[in-house]
């Protein structure tokens, strides 16, 4: 089991930038992946970008491409998500998810709640 731990979110007006970091702990050597996930209120929890542990291939939802950038620091167990240009659309309570498969998410962190103001 991987444990995960957000951190970052806050309250932005529109056009500003938030950092939110995740840190791994426990079986961390199996994860294949990370993944940060939102869930706005009323809405179904969506995808919003992923990293391979291995290699760093990354993923994005179509409407954060060009605005947000997931990154990885191996040494520290810990993933990022740089959110550039937010939009009101972007609030939401902001998970991280890991796998030890493709395409799997079984171990998710607590959430960290992102509110931008028009």
């Known amino acids: 089991q991987v444990q995960l731990v957000e951190s970052g979110g806050g309250l932005v007006q529109a056009g500003g930038s938030l950092r939110l970091s995740c840190a791994a702990s426990g079986r961390s050597f199996s994860m294949y992946s990370m993944a940060w996930f939102r869930q706005a209120a009323g809405k179904e929890r969506e995808f919003v970008a992923h990293i391979r542990w291995s290699g760093g291939r990354t993923y994005y939802t179509d409407s954060v491409k060009g605005r947000f950038t997931i990154s990885r620091d191996n040494a520290k167990n810990t993933v990022y998500l740089q959110m550039n240009s937010l939009k009101p659309e972007d609030t939401a309570v902001y998970y991280c998810?890991?796998?030890?498969?493709?395409?799997?998410?079984?171990?998710w962190g607590q959430g960290t709640q992102v509110t931008v103001s028009s």
């Open positions: 998810a890991t796998g030890s498969s493709p395409g799997t998410y079984d171990s």
